[in-house]
């Protein structure tokens, strides 16, 4: 600790003075021993191996205000860690450490391009140990989430974050020298890689249950032919076990074949309408394909998902998925999405999720509820722009709150939309002002969706609107992006996890096509893809899909677009447990913001 206020004290300009007096390791936060300078034993709760060949791997723990985190590399040199905008260098907040005669050091750094990090002006890593052991190096060090240096060092939220890692076999050159640009670094070549993390993912991914009546059992594929397109949803019907009394699902965790680890991109479990006997057919069939069975449109309301990236998911302590009783489904269809850019063939597959499950029923039933914009062709994103948010409203709450009788707790988030998604908010806006998010991701990542732990959990009340944004980036499209199952296709939607449990399963906002042709000055359309144009006259012989892909497009127009559609009226659509309703209605405005008392950041 003492060697880190002074390495502060050094580096803040006009104490600088001080370092002649002081030895070097200890203006470079040296730390000699291992043992005597921690104070904690470790107890890590978070784990991450960073590169494929598990040559970087990454423990941490946080807390409300500090993160500290310990890396293991497979190096006698330096090792860099970062946190980038993007998943490049610059822009990035990154670590250099190393390990040199027994001596621990870390320097605090700033990438301003693809070349060596200059120092910090504020060293704001706290180095707490650090000991080499022949093959690796191992550095443990703590920072704070909200850094005080806004300039150079970056926020650490529960967004996805971009961490970025690199190491080389050698220590810094000349590694005592205080410059600029602090002691040397020799270029890392290719020991160099990014992975998308959520660092404060507040459910210990690998948690183990305490459980000694824990049961298990699998939902898989059963050998499925992968057929040889980009995108196929498998679905398949299968019956749960028969219960004496009522049990609670505790745990889901995925069974992904080894070496399908990117075709299998998500796998959502769908209940099936109660006394409901679906068809069962060997091997699955491709969902909402013509042929598909018909009953299977009544597995529909959702019971978990799982999606690339994630690692399963654990049920608060007081929380369970209610199995075995009247109310609980005999029958699920699973989902399985196959994602085969490179269209390969031949490739047969047993993915699916492990169930874990038990007669020790807790305190409440959990519910789940998809809430977004309906994913059909009406929902329209433009070409080539920077930034494009669509906005959807879940306005079927009221009915079953006040059946309930009291409010909902929600605990759990997934926010997912495809490749062109940026972001994904959930806003409560309580009295039109906005309370909290129920779930929230500024730095989306289409390759790692996890069901995130709301933790405080968010009361929901009757009277309160949930607003679903989703933010999509098109520059790198030419053509419009539709609403649609596909990973080129896009979805706007959060799927929730709350208690105690109400009937209703889905909350949409369906786009209504029309509304937005006017912006292009069509005013009559069929309503059905690609919307061929009935008035004005000039243009039946043309689509509204072709007038959206002839428009000259700018960031500027996407923006006006943006401002039209929210404007406009759109559809509300609920799935209670099957009837369908839509409803043309008015949008809410956006909530007003209350003032942020936070601007000066405590503790700096
Ligand atoms: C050295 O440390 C690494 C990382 O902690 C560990 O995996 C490895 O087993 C250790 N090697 C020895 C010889 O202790
Ligand atoms: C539309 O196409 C038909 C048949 O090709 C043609 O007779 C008609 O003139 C076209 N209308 C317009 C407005 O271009």
Redesign the pocket.
């Known amino acids: 600790m003492r060697e880190v206020c002074t390495l502060l004290l050094l580096l803040c300009g006009s104490t600088c003075l001080l370092a002649s007096a002081i030895p070097k390791e200890e203006i470079l936060g040296a730390v000699r021993d291992f043992q005597h300078s921690s104070h904690d034993a470790g107890d890590f709760t978070h784990q991450a191996s960073l590169d494929v060949l598990g040559r970087f791997?990454l423990l941490w723990k946080f807390d409300s205000e500090t993160i500290t985190f310990e890396a293991?590399?497979?190096t006698t040199g330096y090792i860099g860690l970062g946190l980038s905008p993007n998943g490049g260098m610059e822009g990035s907040d990154v670590i250099i450490g190393w390990v040199k005669d027994g001596q621990a050091f870390i320097t605090d750094r700033f990438a301003e391009g693809y070349f060596e990090p200059r120092l910090d002006a504020h060293q704001d890593v706290e180095l707490l140990s650090g000991y080499e052991?022949?093959?690796?190096t191992?550095l443990r060090f703590r920072r704070r989430l909200r850094p005080c240096d806004t300039a150079e060092d970056r926020e650490i939220t529960e967004d996805t974050q971009r961490v970025i890692w690199s190491f080389n076999d050698h220590d810094p050159v000349d590694h005592g020298h205080v410059g600029q640009n602090g002691p040397h670094v020799l270029y890392h070549g290719r020991n160099r890689g990014t992975k998308s993390i959520i660092l404060l993912q507040k459910n210990p991914p690998s948690l183990d249950i305490q459980d000694s009546n824990i049961l298990t059992m699998e939902l898989t594929s059963q050998n499925v032919l992968v057929p040889a397109k980009e995108t196929t949803y498998w679905c398949n019907t299968l019956r749960l076990p028969t219960l004496d009394r009522k049990h609670h699902l505790v745990k889901i965790e995925p069974i992904i074949q080894p070496g399908h680890e990117s075709l299998v991109h998500h796998v959502v479990v769908y209940q099936c309408k109660l006394g409901q006997v679906p068809p069962m057919l060997d091997g699955g069939h491709e969902c909402y394909h013509p042929n598909m069975p018909e009953e299977w449109n009544l597995c529909k309301s959702i019971m978990t998902a799982w999606a690339i990236g994630g690692q399963g998911f654990t049920y608060p302590d007081h929380v369970g998925f209610s199995l075995g009783t009247d109310d609980d489904p005999d029958y699920v269809m699973m989902e399985m999405h196959y994602d085969n850019p490179k269209r390969i063939s031949g490739e047969r597959d047993s993915s699916g999720l492990r169930f874990y499950y038990t007669p020790n029923v807790r305190q409440y039933d959990a519910g789940v509820l998809d809430i977004g914009v309906n994913s059909a062709t009406t929902h329209v994103i433009p070409p080539g722009a920077e930034s494009f948010d669509t906005t959807s409203f879940c306005f079927g709450l009221d009915p079953y709150l006040q059946e309930l009788g009291q409010p909902i707790k929600v605990f759990a988030s997934m926010p997912h939309s495809h490749l062109a998604g940026t972001a994904v908010r959930t806003k409560l806006v309580r009295n039109g002002v906005l309370q909290s998010y129920v779930g929230r991701d500024e730095t989306y990542d289409f390759d790692l969706q996890e069901i995130r732990l709301l933790d405080p959990e968010v009361v929901v009340k009757e009277g309160d609107l949930l607003i679903t944004e989703c933010t999509y980036k098109t520059t790198d499209r030419t053509q419009v992006t539709l609403g649609g199952l596909g990973s080129r296709e896009e979805m706007c939607i959060n799927f929730i996890q709350y208690y105690p449990r109400i009937k209703l399963s889905r909350c949409y906002t369906a786009l209504d096509i029309n509304q937005q042709a006017t912006f292009f000055g069509i005013y009559y359309a069929h309503w059905e893809y690609p919307f061929p144009i009935y008035y004005p006259a000039n243009l039946v012989n043309q689509t509204v899909i072709d007038v959206i892909n002839q428009h000259p497009w700018t960031n500027e127009e996407a923006e006006r677009f943006e401002q039209h559609v929210r404007n406009g009226q759109v559809y509300s659509y609920n799935i209670p447990d099957e009837a369908n309703d839509y409803q043309l209605i008015d949008q809410p405005a956006d909530p007003t913001v209350p003032d942020d008392n936070s601007v000066s950041i405590p503790g700096c």
Do not use: I, K, R, W
Request: glycine fraction near 12%.
């Open positions: 791997n293991h590399v497979q052991n022949g093959t690796h191992v």
